[in-house]
Antibody
Framework: QVQLEESGGGLVKPGGSLRLSCAAS????????MTWIRQAPGRGLEWISY????????YYADSVKGRFTIARDNAKNSLYLQMNSLRVEDTAVYYC?????????WGPGTMVIVSS | SYELTQPPSVSVSPGQTARITCSGD??????AYWYQQKPGQAPVLIIY???ERPSGIPERFSGSSSGTTVSLTITGVQAEDEADYYC??????????FGGGTKMTVL
């Protein structure tokens, strides 16, 4: 069964850091681009970053460029999002998503709250 | 900056047809995708490449495209279709874009 499971969310102070992880199973992880998408409370979806199957290509939304880093470990079937210099406006549910042109498989999400 | 524009809400009675639109200048050149999100759940892909339906998605969901507007049509709406619907595409730089979402209420 194809599955994605995020972890690592929590409460962090503004300016702090957090690392999200996503464990993938049920498919050949290295064959797929992977993406992080977030959703602030009561708001819409916001794409923030993607990474190619090999990890060679990465792309970021302007809102997180320079602060967030996407990475993957294909040997561990895992995707990561290192989030630094966190801001209150980064508060959201963060989804790990498989990207095969369309975002076809989503994890349940992990909540990140940035608050003093 | 480039945007995808959706109506904030639509209301429809059970058994009727709902149409949700998404407008964007680049849509004639780029594919659109649609996602359904129910409260407390992750989004689900329901339409890809303007009009293709993933396996397991009911036939009452369909997509179409005309110029700068793409549409999601739900024929014979059921109570379980009450959800938020998001269109998605990309801009010319490759950045992914989502519409603001449409809340569909089944009366």
């Amino acid at each position: 069964q194809v599955q994605l499971e995020e972890s690592g969310g929590g409460l962090v102070k503004p300016g702090g850091s957090l690392r999200l992880s996503c464990a993938a199973s049920g498919f050949i992880f290295s064959d797929y681009y992977m993406t992080w998408i977030r959703q602030a409370p009561g708001r819409g979806l916001e794409w923030i970053s993607y990474i190619s199957g090999s990890g060679d290509t990465r792309y970021y939304a302007d809102s997180v460029k320079g602060r967030f880093t996407i990475a993957r470990d294909n040997a561990k079937n895992s995707l990561y999002l290192q989030m630094n210099s966190l801001r209150v406006e980064d508060t959201a549910v963060y989804y790990c998503v498989r990207d095969l042109e369309a975002f076809d498989i989503w994890g349940p999400g992990t909540m990140v709250i940035v608050s003093s | 900056s480039y945007e995808l524009t959706q109506p904030p809400s639509v209301s429809v009675s059970p058994g009727q047809t709902a149409r949700i639109t998404c407008s964007g200048d680049a849509l004639p050149k780029l594919y659109a995708y649609w996602y359904q999100q129910k409260p407390g759940q992750a989004p689900v892909l329901i339409i890809y490449k303007d009009r293709e339906r993933p396996s397991g998605i009911p036939e009452r969901f369909s997509g179409s495209s005309s110029g700068t507007t793409v549409s999601l049509t739900i024929t014979g709406v059921q109570a379980e279709d009450e959800a938020d619907y998001y269109c998605q595409s990309a801009d010319r730089s490759g950045a992914v874009l989502f519409g603001g979402g449409t809340k569909m209420t089944v009366l």
